[in-house]
């Protein structure tokens, strides 16, 4: 009893915490204790989230641990984590109170070893083999002289500017440039990016499509290459439909990427060379070709002009050729002049024949047929002429008629009773309206004028119906 009541007096005098406070104290005591360590541990369980941070839990036969890589780390990793990958973590251990468990906050890590990163490599080499990725037969040619190159590379690094230089110095071509990071978490999804993209291009569009591929990095450590053994490049150069040149690290390097690519080169300059030939070299043998075409075309002709003169050697004279046959024409010429006038001789003996054989009376007949036939005609040829004759006179004087002039026509129509009348001045006057009482008119007759005074009006009328009964 005295033991119970010495057990609760000291419970009572413990200190009381909150959820919050107690939590509070282990993470100051875990974080304190631990701000920095190295953990060993194989990746399980990674995922990343749409933040960018990584979560992750490393283990090893006994235990896990819990751990967190903020984006901005995430990002300067050299390589991307993947489960299965053994791997040394540098960071502080720390607490999560939402859910009562410690974790491990990265902030830095590297494979442990490059055995385990050679093992993850030969795993996914062999991955990506057995799906034909590497096979011979996907490699295509590269295009002997391409237009346009695309460059896939970091735009600051001395790699871009020793391509240019060296394709410049070789035969200097257009470059498309796609810059990209060569190196950290990004660098894979921006290198896979950039291949898919010149293969997006659209053949004779705004930005020309290449007509081959470099993708290149300087040298580095298997750390510094990861980005291009990651699956997403492997299979991005495989699926480039241009030729692609791989030209990762120095010689000794050697990457995923250099299977899956069309070609390999063993430094960024070495994939210029390939690129493209030498154009002085092109120019020479250019040249020596040319030079050698001319001569063989001139030892040609002279040995096809000694061919033929040797020929013409064993051929016979041209005049000796045809002389038979010119002896042979001359003598048909002969013998065709002597056939005509055969010809010509028969058939005047057979006319003669024909003609001694006519009836003289039958001529007779004929001919009186013909006398009387041809009188008809004629007198019918006769009576048509003086018809023709009369209708041609007839017109004649029709057209005569219409051919005299005013003057003429005039005369006629004096001859026939009428006078013009003319006043003092010697105008033609047509109306009575125009002469006035005791006026001076010239009266003209067909046989002359006479001169006249004009009376009033009623008197005219009056001489005028006088004259008029005198006239009838």
Request: aromatic letters at 4%; hydrophobic letters at 45%.
């Amino acid at each position: 009893m005295h033991e119970s009541s010495l057990a609760s007096a000291a419970v009572s005098n413990l200190p009381e915490f909150t959820v919050s406070e107690l939590s509070a104290r282990l993470k100051r005591t875990v974080e304190e204790a631990y701000g920095l360590v190295r953990v060993r541990g194989e990746i399980s369980g990674c995922k990343k989230a749409a933040s960018g941070h990584l979560y992750l839990t490393l283990k090893d036969a006994e235990a896990n641990l819990d751990a967190v890589c903020w984006r901005a780390t995430a990002a300067r990793l050299a390589f991307r984590p993947e489960d299965g990958l053994e791997v040394v973590c540098t960071g502080r251990l720390t607490t999560y109170p939402n859910r009562s468990r410690y974790q491990l906050v990265v902030e830095r890590m590297e494979p442990a070893g490059v055995g385990a990163l050679m093992a993850l490599l030969e795993e996914r080499r062999r991955k990506l083999a057995a799906e034909g990725l590497f096979d011979q037969a996907r490699k295509r040619p590269l295009p002997y002289l391409p237009e346009v190159i695309g460059v896939v590379t970091s735009p600051t690094g001395a790699v871009i500017r020793d391509i240019l230089h060296r394709l410049r110095d070789r035969f200097p071509r257009r470059v498309l440039l796609w810059p990209v990071l060569v190196q950290g978490e990004q660098a894979a999804a921006q290198v896979a990016a950039a291949i898919a993209g010149f293969n997006g291009l659209a053949p004779g569009g705004p930005i020309p499509r290449p007509d081959l591929l470099i993708v290149a990095r300087g040298g580095g450590s298997l750390e510094d290459l990861w980005a291009f053994n990651e699956e997403i490049v492997v299979r991005a150069a495989a699926a480039s439909a241009i030729p692609l040149i791989a030209a990762v690290g120095h010689e000794t390097d050697t990457t995923l990427i250099d299977h899956a690519a069309d070609r390999r080169a063993p430094t960024p300059t070495a994939a210029a060379e390939m690129a493209v030939p030498v154009r002085l070299d092109l120019t020479a043998e250019l040249a020596r070709k040319a030079l050698r075409l001319t001569n063989s075309a001139t030892r040609l002709m002279a040995e096809k002009r000694l061919r033929i003169e040797g020929l013409a050697r064993g051929l016979p004279a041209p005049l000796t050729l045809i002389e038979a046959a010119l002896q042979k024409l001359d003598d048909r010429a002969e013998r065709l002049e002597q056939a005509l006038r055969r010809l010509v001789a028969l058939d005047r003996q057979h006319l003669t024949k024909m003609a001694a054989r006519l009836v003289p009376a039958l001529l007779r007949r004929e001919i009186a047929t013909g006398r009387d036939t041809l009188g008809h005609v004629a007198a019918r040829l006769g009576r048509a002429m003086a018809r023709l004759v009369a209708n041609h006179q007839r017109a004649i004087d029709a057209a005569a008629g219409r051919l005299l002039g005013w003057e003429t026509a005039q005369q006629k129509l004096l001859e026939r009773g009428y006078v013009r009348v003319r006043d003092s001045q010697g105008h033609i006057l047509t109306a009575a309206a125009y002469v006035g009482p005791g006026a001076s008119l010239v009266l003209e007759f067909h046989d002359g004028p006479v001169t006249a005074t004009a009376s009033s009006a009623k008197k005219r009328a009056r001489e005028a119906e006088k004259k008029q009964g005198e006239l009838l």
